[in-house]
Protein backbone atom coordinates (compact mmCIF):
# COMPACT_ATOMS: atom_id res chain seq x y z
CA UNK A 1 0.00 0.00 0.00
CA UNK A 2 2.71 2.49 0.88
CA UNK A 3 4.61 1.45 -2.15
CA UNK A 4 1.37 2.08 -4.46
CA UNK A 5 0.99 5.89 -2.55
CA UNK A 6 4.27 6.43 -3.27
CA UNK A 7 3.72 5.82 -6.48
CA UNK A 8 0.75 8.22 -6.99
CA UNK A 9 2.40 10.85 -5.27
CA UNK A 10 5.50 11.16 -7.72
CA UNK A 11 2.89 10.65 -10.48
CA UNK A 12 1.06 13.91 -9.84
CA UNK A 13 4.59 15.45 -9.48
CA UNK A 14 5.25 14.77 -12.80
CA UNK A 15 2.23 15.34 -14.40
CA UNK A 16 2.18 18.77 -12.99
CA UNK A 17 5.99 19.38 -14.30
CA UNK A 18 4.73 17.95 -17.70
CA UNK A 19 2.23 19.94 -18.41
CA UNK A 20 3.51 23.51 -17.32
CA UNK A 21 7.02 22.49 -19.84
CA UNK A 22 6.73 24.79 -22.59
CA UNK A 23 5.33 23.68 -26.36
CA UNK A 24 8.81 22.44 -27.58
CA UNK A 25 7.06 22.13 -31.72
CA UNK A 26 8.96 24.17 -34.31
CA UNK A 27 9.15 23.60 -37.90
CA UNK A 28 13.12 22.57 -39.17
CA UNK A 29 15.54 24.88 -39.56
CA UNK A 30 16.51 26.38 -42.88
CA UNK A 31 20.28 25.16 -43.33
CA UNK A 32 20.62 22.62 -46.08
CA UNK A 33 21.89 19.25 -44.84
CA UNK A 34 25.00 17.32 -46.37
CA UNK A 35 22.16 14.44 -46.69
CA UNK A 36 19.71 15.49 -49.56
CA UNK A 37 17.11 13.37 -48.11
CA UNK A 38 16.93 15.82 -45.09
CA UNK A 39 16.31 18.97 -47.47
CA UNK A 40 12.83 20.55 -46.51
CA UNK A 41 10.67 21.23 -49.14
CA UNK A 42 9.91 21.11 -52.94
CA UNK A 43 7.48 23.94 -52.74
CA UNK A 44 5.55 26.19 -50.15
CA UNK A 45 2.65 24.52 -50.37
CA UNK A 46 4.73 21.17 -49.16
CA UNK A 47 5.80 23.79 -45.88
CA UNK A 48 1.88 24.68 -45.18
CA UNK A 49 1.60 20.78 -45.63
CA UNK A 50 4.12 20.58 -42.84
CA UNK A 51 2.95 23.22 -40.41
CA UNK A 52 -0.61 22.00 -40.83
CA UNK A 53 0.85 18.59 -39.48
CA UNK A 54 3.04 19.31 -36.55
CA UNK A 55 0.02 21.81 -35.16
CA UNK A 56 -2.10 18.68 -35.07
CA UNK A 57 0.37 16.85 -33.70
CA UNK A 58 1.47 19.26 -31.08
CA UNK A 59 -2.40 19.31 -30.41
CA UNK A 60 -2.89 15.25 -30.12
CA UNK A 61 0.68 15.25 -27.64
CA UNK A 62 -1.12 17.99 -25.28
CA UNK A 63 -4.23 16.07 -25.16
CA UNK A 64 -2.47 12.65 -24.18
CA UNK A 65 -0.14 14.07 -21.58
CA UNK A 66 -2.28 12.32 -18.73
CA UNK A 67 -3.28 9.47 -20.41
CA UNK A 68 0.58 8.46 -21.26
CA UNK A 69 1.42 9.33 -17.12
CA UNK A 70 -1.72 7.42 -15.70
CA UNK A 71 -1.04 4.47 -18.43
CA UNK A 72 2.62 4.62 -17.22
CA UNK A 73 1.72 4.28 -13.56
CA UNK A 74 -0.54 1.77 -14.01
CA UNK A 75 2.14 -0.36 -15.85
CA UNK A 76 4.68 0.96 -12.94
CA UNK A 77 2.22 -0.24 -10.07
CA UNK A 78 1.47 -4.15 -11.67
CA UNK A 79 5.03 -5.13 -12.49
CA UNK A 80 6.12 -8.35 -11.30
CA UNK A 81 8.05 -8.00 -8.32
CA UNK A 82 11.96 -8.56 -8.65
CA UNK A 83 11.67 -7.30 -12.30
CA UNK A 84 13.96 -4.52 -12.40
CA UNK A 85 12.81 -3.78 -16.13
CA UNK A 86 9.59 -2.75 -18.27
CA UNK A 87 9.21 -3.33 -21.88
CA UNK A 88 7.45 -1.64 -24.26
CA UNK A 89 7.60 -3.17 -27.71
CA UNK A 90 5.83 -3.04 -30.71
CA UNK A 91 5.57 -6.64 -32.71
CA UNK A 92 7.36 -5.98 -36.43
CA UNK A 93 8.29 -7.99 -39.00
CA UNK A 94 11.64 -7.41 -40.18
CA UNK A 95 12.52 -6.21 -43.67
CA UNK A 96 15.42 -6.47 -45.98
CA UNK A 97 15.76 -3.76 -47.70
CA UNK A 98 15.96 -5.02 -51.23
CA UNK A 99 18.47 -1.69 -52.85
CA UNK A 100 21.02 0.11 -50.76
CA UNK A 101 18.82 3.17 -51.05
CA UNK A 102 15.82 1.72 -50.07
CA UNK A 103 16.02 2.04 -46.41
CA UNK A 104 12.92 4.37 -46.86
CA UNK A 105 10.93 2.07 -48.86
CA UNK A 106 12.15 -0.68 -46.35
CA UNK A 107 10.45 1.36 -43.22
CA UNK A 108 7.09 2.07 -44.54
CA UNK A 109 6.70 -1.63 -45.32
CA UNK A 110 7.61 -2.39 -41.74
CA UNK A 111 5.69 0.56 -40.30
CA UNK A 112 2.57 0.07 -42.09
CA UNK A 113 2.87 -4.31 -41.45
CA UNK A 114 3.41 -3.19 -37.75
CA UNK A 115 -0.11 -1.17 -37.79
CA UNK A 116 -2.21 -4.22 -39.29
CA UNK A 117 -2.10 -2.76 -42.92
CA UNK A 118 -1.69 -5.56 -45.88
CA UNK A 119 1.42 -4.12 -47.21
CA UNK A 120 2.82 -4.02 -50.77
CA UNK A 121 6.18 -4.53 -51.97
CA UNK A 122 9.09 -2.23 -51.64
CA UNK A 123 9.05 -1.25 -54.89
CA UNK A 124 5.72 0.09 -54.54
CA UNK A 125 6.30 2.01 -51.75
CA UNK A 126 9.85 3.44 -53.70
CA UNK A 127 7.75 4.21 -56.94
CA UNK A 128 5.03 6.29 -54.70
CA UNK A 129 7.42 8.19 -53.48
CA UNK A 130 10.30 8.34 -55.85
CA UNK A 131 12.57 6.80 -54.33
CA UNK A 132 14.15 5.30 -57.59
CA UNK A 133 14.28 8.57 -59.49
CA UNK A 134 16.15 10.47 -56.43
CA UNK A 135 18.37 7.51 -55.57
CA UNK A 136 17.15 8.50 -51.85
CA UNK A 137 13.42 9.31 -50.08
CA UNK A 138 12.96 12.22 -49.07
CA UNK A 139 11.14 12.24 -45.35
CA UNK A 140 8.22 14.18 -45.79
CA UNK A 141 7.39 11.85 -48.86
CA UNK A 142 8.04 9.28 -46.48
CA UNK A 143 5.86 10.32 -43.88
CA UNK A 144 3.07 11.28 -46.26
CA UNK A 145 3.28 7.66 -47.76
CA UNK A 146 2.87 6.16 -44.07
CA UNK A 147 -0.64 8.91 -43.79
CA UNK A 148 -2.03 7.32 -47.29
CA UNK A 149 -2.32 3.43 -46.16
CA UNK A 150 -3.34 4.14 -42.36
CA UNK A 151 -5.50 6.08 -40.54
CA UNK A 152 -4.44 5.18 -36.97
CA UNK A 153 -1.99 7.94 -36.35
CA UNK A 154 -1.18 10.91 -38.19
CA UNK A 155 2.52 10.78 -38.85
CA UNK A 156 4.80 13.85 -38.33
CA UNK A 157 8.08 14.57 -39.82
CA UNK A 158 9.63 16.58 -36.54
CA UNK A 159 13.38 17.60 -36.56
CA UNK A 160 15.17 17.01 -33.47
CA UNK A 161 16.86 20.11 -33.25
CA UNK A 162 16.42 22.30 -29.90
CA UNK A 163 14.88 19.16 -28.50
CA UNK A 164 16.91 18.18 -24.93
CA UNK A 165 16.89 14.23 -24.50
CA UNK A 166 13.92 14.23 -22.27
CA UNK A 167 11.47 16.07 -24.95
CA UNK A 168 12.60 13.14 -27.66
CA UNK A 169 11.97 10.40 -24.93
CA UNK A 170 8.72 12.20 -23.93
CA UNK A 171 7.47 11.40 -28.00
CA UNK A 172 8.74 7.75 -28.13
CA UNK A 173 6.63 7.98 -24.77
CA UNK A 174 3.27 9.07 -26.76
CA UNK A 175 4.74 6.70 -29.35
CA UNK A 176 5.86 3.46 -27.49
CA UNK A 177 4.00 3.67 -24.09
CA UNK A 178 0.78 5.12 -24.88
CA UNK A 179 -0.15 4.46 -28.62
CA UNK A 180 1.83 0.87 -29.59
CA UNK A 181 2.93 2.90 -32.55
CA UNK A 182 6.30 2.66 -34.32
CA UNK A 183 8.63 5.24 -35.38
CA UNK A 184 11.15 6.05 -37.87
CA UNK A 185 14.36 7.31 -36.77
CA UNK A 186 16.84 9.28 -39.82
CA UNK A 187 19.67 9.18 -38.11
CA UNK A 188 23.30 9.25 -38.66
CA UNK A 189 23.92 5.29 -38.18
CA UNK A 190 27.49 5.55 -38.22
CA UNK A 191 26.99 7.20 -34.83
CA UNK A 192 25.17 4.27 -33.52
CA UNK A 193 27.23 1.38 -31.52
CA UNK A 194 25.68 -1.23 -33.36
CA UNK A 195 27.77 -0.10 -36.56
CA UNK A 196 30.85 -0.13 -34.75
CA UNK A 197 32.11 4.03 -35.47
CA UNK A 198 32.64 2.72 -39.34
CA UNK A 199 34.61 5.85 -40.98
CA UNK A 200 31.75 5.75 -43.80
CA UNK A 201 29.26 8.05 -43.22
CA UNK A 202 25.93 6.72 -43.59
CA UNK A 203 22.79 8.44 -43.49
CA UNK A 204 19.45 5.79 -42.72
CA UNK A 205 16.47 5.37 -42.03
CA UNK A 206 15.98 2.67 -39.25
CA UNK A 207 12.07 1.48 -37.54
CA UNK A 208 11.89 2.47 -33.74
CA UNK A 209 9.55 -0.39 -32.67
CA UNK A 210 9.79 -0.01 -28.71
CA UNK A 211 11.98 0.94 -25.41
CA UNK A 212 12.71 -0.77 -22.80
CA UNK A 213 13.31 1.22 -19.33
CA UNK A 214 15.04 -0.06 -16.25
CA UNK A 215 14.84 0.58 -12.89
CA UNK A 216 18.78 1.94 -12.22
CA UNK A 217 17.21 4.76 -14.92
CA UNK A 218 19.00 3.38 -18.52
CA UNK A 219 16.42 3.38 -21.25
CA UNK A 220 17.25 1.15 -24.33
CA UNK A 221 15.48 1.97 -27.75
CA UNK A 222 14.76 -1.33 -29.97
CA UNK A 223 15.90 -0.75 -33.53
CA UNK A 224 14.17 -2.40 -36.41
CA UNK A 225 17.07 -2.25 -39.38
CA UNK A 226 16.55 -3.22 -42.77
CA UNK A 227 20.37 -3.03 -44.05
CA UNK A 228 22.35 -6.05 -43.43
CA UNK A 229 26.52 -5.16 -43.52
CA UNK A 230 28.38 -6.29 -40.60
CA UNK A 231 30.30 -3.84 -39.27
CA UNK A 232 32.30 -5.73 -36.78
CA UNK A 233 29.11 -6.32 -34.09
CA UNK A 234 27.62 -8.70 -36.11
CA UNK A 235 24.85 -7.92 -39.00
CA UNK A 236 22.47 -4.88 -38.23
CA UNK A 237 19.90 -6.73 -39.88
CA UNK A 238 17.22 -7.30 -37.56
CA UNK A 239 16.56 -6.17 -34.26
CA UNK A 240 18.99 -4.59 -31.83
CA UNK A 241 19.11 -2.34 -28.96
CA UNK A 242 20.46 1.24 -28.62
CA UNK A 243 20.84 3.33 -25.56
CA UNK A 244 18.56 6.67 -25.44
CA UNK A 245 22.01 8.91 -25.48
CA UNK A 246 23.09 6.95 -28.88
CA UNK A 247 20.51 7.45 -30.54
CA UNK A 248 19.40 10.99 -29.43
CA UNK A 249 23.40 11.69 -30.61
CA UNK A 250 22.55 10.44 -34.09
CA UNK A 251 19.20 11.87 -34.51
CA UNK A 252 19.99 15.54 -33.75
CA UNK A 253 19.28 17.85 -36.28
CA UNK A 254 17.49 15.23 -38.08
CA UNK A 255 13.84 13.36 -38.36
CA UNK A 256 11.85 11.69 -36.64
CA UNK A 257 8.71 10.34 -37.99
CA UNK A 258 6.46 9.65 -35.50
Given amino acids: M ?23 FAL ?13 YESKKDLKLEEQRIAEKEETYLKDKIDLLNAVTLREVH ?14 VVNRQEKFYYCG ?5 TVLGAMGVVTESQEFYA ?22 YQNQNSFASYYIDTETKSDFKGYLDWSFKLKGFPV ?3 VRAHELYKYNDTEREI ?3 VTGSGMVEYNSGLTE ?20 YETLDSVYGAIKGRPLIW
Avoid: C
Avoid at 28 to 40: A, L, N, Q, V
Fill in 203 to 205: YHY
Fill in 127 to 148: TNMNTDIEGFTWNYKLRDELNN
Fill in 28 to 40: PPSEESGDPSIRK
Fill in 2 to 24: KKFITVVVLSLVIIEAFLSSPSV
Fill in 105 to 109: PAAVK
Fill in 79 to 92: QEIGQDYIEYLVPV
Fill in 184 to 186: VYS
Fill in 221 to 240: LRITDSWYIDYGRGSVLGNY
